[in-house]
Nanobody
Framework: QVQLVESGGGLVQPGGSLRLSCTAS????????MGWYRQAPGKKREFVAT???????NYADSVKGRFTISRDGAKNTVYLRMNNLKPEDTAVYFC????????????WGQGTQVTVSS
């Protein structure tokens, strides 16, 4: 049974920073890609950033230059450093991982709330 557990969300003022963490646990053979998505109230879930084997990264245009994704392979953990946060970044942030146990599949975490407000 694979679990993804996120942490680090909260309330922050505009211009502030937060760091999200997500750790995958269970019987995992390999992790090919980990990433973050977000869903604001009344909107569809959208891509934020991913990091793949070899540390290649991709970012949504809306977060480029403000967010940084990184990964600790030894801990099966992915991080999202968010700087210069804006009210439009308010959303539930979900961790996603493409990994192999007995099969290769994608898994989701339960989400962590990020609220940017003064």
């Amino acid at each position: 049974q694979v679990q993804l557990v996120e942490s680090g969300g909260g309330l922050v003022q505009p211009g502030g920073s937060l760091r999200l963490s997500c750790t995958a646990s269970g019987t995992i053979f390999s992790i090919d890609v980990m990433g973050w998505y977000r869903q604001a109230p009344g909107k569809k879930r959208e891509f934020v950033a991913t990091i793949a084997t070899g540390n290649s990264t991709n970012y949504a245009d809306s977060v480029k230059g403000r967010f940084t994704i990184s990964r600790d392979g030894a801990k099966n953990t992915v991080y999202l450093r968010m700087n210069n946060l804006k009210p439009e970044d308010t959303a539930v942030y979900f961790c996603n991982a493409g990994l192999t146990t007995t099969l290769t599949n994608y898994y989701w975490g339960q989400g962590t709330q990020v609220t940017v407000s003064s």
